[in-house]
């Protein structure tokens, strides 16, 4: 049986490979959001975004902000007066502003911004 994954292969043999040898564990109650995160990026193909969405999807750590250019653009337009903000403050106005739930406030802002073409 062939699996056909293609170019990912090389990404799930070294997840698969990091699960294996204990680099990446899924009890992950103890770890801090930031050592969590950094876990999941030692895995190939998996950056900042990823990682955050894994974090608030599969671990529930709301207090993630998965942010790409489209939550970037939008963030910047409606927090920053429509200055390009970079990452790390986009992050910290999050984190202020909306606390434990920034994953859950980013999903909103993503909805609306696309209801309303802000950020487009």
Known sequence: MECRTGFRA?????????????????????LSTDSLREMLMS???????????TMMFSFGRCETFPTDVW???????LYFDGCEANIKDIHKK?????????GY??????????EFKIGV
Do not use: H, W
Request: proline fraction near 2%.
């Open 94 to 102: 999050a984190y202020d502003f909306f606390g434990d739930y920034a």
């Open 43 to 53: 895995i190939k193909g998996v950056g900042p975004k990823v990682a955050d969405c």
């Open 71 to 77: 939550v970037k653009r939008i963030m910047s337009e």
């Open 10 to 30: 090389k990404y799930i043999m070294d997840a698969v490979s990091k699960v294996l040898n204990g680099e990446v564990i899924f009890n992950v109650d103890d």
């Open 105 to 114: 406030a980013q999903q909103y802002l993503f909805n609306y911004a696309r």
